[in-house]
């Protein structure tokens, strides 16, 4: 499970500059409901990830006109914005797909008296909360500074994941049918704590006998077989594999997949790159 480091004021750009040397990374948006913000600002503590991972949210206000221009109920909306690794990409995303959120494209845009260049995101939405074609915003995603949530791999309790889990799930399963325009309660900074070096434990021998069997690999399951045989046969195709994600074919497959627990998307980096 991840420990979440809550950094005061903090950007994308700013917070994960060079990460990228240590591996492939991508952004996302999230557009929750107002009611889940809670849960998903602890969302990190529910995920076992294996690189930190950075999100931050954005309220709109000089913005609101805009938004609601497009259809968008801002006071009903959650925006989180995600920088996560591309191998963590699928555990992240896991939990809540399960519960029936949606991934799309939008296209974030300018609002007014605003200026930047458009910029295209992967989003998932809350099901409850449809996705519009384009979100105009004050400044890029990547560049605002905001209160960020810093999610580093590490152990932390199971009372707190299940309490975060319970949050959402109740959330998720409630109609959104009140705005919510309280402001949020100011958190408190996480303190470092520095590590005690722990003894080197000396090595036990064992004899050749003693040592644990080698287990086998798991199997694929059928739906993983499935994935594995559209993605070829969409290779062979002549598909590319960043354009597989958005063919009918897999979209179909991958949402019963994700349904039953495979980890799509961790599967999907593991065929491109076998590719």
Partial sequence: MGEVEIVESGSLDGLTNGWEQYGARTRIMMLGARADRHALRNHGRTVAIEESAVSVFHRPRAE????????????????????????????????????GWVRGEVQIVPSSDSSFEDENWACFHHPAIPLPEQIPLSE???????????????????VASDSA??????????????????????????????????????????TEEELPPVSAPQPESP??????????????????????????????????????????????VRLSEES
């Fill in 140 to 158: 890029s995603p990547s560049s605002m500074a905001r209160k960020a949530f810093v999610t580093h791999p590490g152990p932390i309790l199971d």
């Fill in 64 to 99: 609101r006109e805009d938004i609601e221009a497009i259809g968008l109920e801002h006071a009903l909306a959650s925006f989180q914005f995600v920088d996560v690794a591309m191998a963590d990409l699928g555990r992240w995303m896991q939990p809540l797909i399960g519960q």
């Fill in 223 to 268: 739906l993983e077989s499935e994935m594995r045989q559209v993605i070829s046969l969409l290779v062979a195709g002549g598909q590319e594999m960043g354009d597989i994600m958005e063919h009918p074919q897999f979209i179909e497959v991958s949402e019963r997949a994700a349904a039953a627990g495979v980890d799509v998307w961790g599967m999907f």
């Fill in 165 to 206: 889990m319970e949050d959402l799930a109740a959330s998720m399963i409630s109609e959104i049918s009140q705005t919510m325009d309280e402001e949020e309660p100011a958190l408190a900074p996480v303190e470092e704590v520095a590590a005690e070096l722990e003894p080197v434990a000396e090595p036990i021998p064992m």
